[in-house]
């Protein structure tokens, strides 16, 4: 059981890199930018011995080089869904967030 899912797993990554060799070099090339990330509200709760923070949000802010927007984008993920889902595709493309950074939008994404 545990070699089958060996090998589809390496079959997955294989395809993605064919995917991901665009230009003939190996490296797909993205929008130059700036990443910054922060939390925001959340408390500390006791369980056991231990001490948790719940009930924050994590903010994750791209910028490209050279801004050329007056607003940014917001994405609010939900759903069970993470921020990673506007980095990239599954297949390993760009995704949402180099698209609207390389038309000079900052992007931040929030996941509660």
């Given at each position: 059981m545990r070699f089958?899912?060996?090998?589809?797993?390496?079959?997955?990554?294989?395809?993605a890199i064919a995917h991901?060799?665009?230009?003939?070099?190996?490296?797909q090339q993205g929008t130059l930018h700036w990443r910054n990330y922060f939390?925001?509200?959340g408390s500390f709760v006791q369980q056991g011995t231990s001490?948790?923070?719940h009930g924050q949000m994590?903010?994750?802010?791209?910028a490209p080089a050279k801004v050329?927007?007056?607003?940014p984008l917001v994405f609010i993920e939900g759903n069970g869904m993470?921020?990673?889902n506007l980095l990239n595709t599954p297949d390993g493309r760009r995704g949402w967030a180099d698209y609207f950074m390389g038309k000079g939008?900052?992007?931040?994404?929030?996941?509660?």
């Open positions: 089958n899912s060996v090998v589809a797993l390496a079959c997955v990554a294989i395809t991901y060799v665009q230009d003939g070099t190996g490296i939390y925001v509200g001490t948790l923070v994590y903010v994750e802010h791209l050329t927007q007056p607003f993470t921020g990673t939008y900052e992007v931040s994404s929030l996941l509660a």
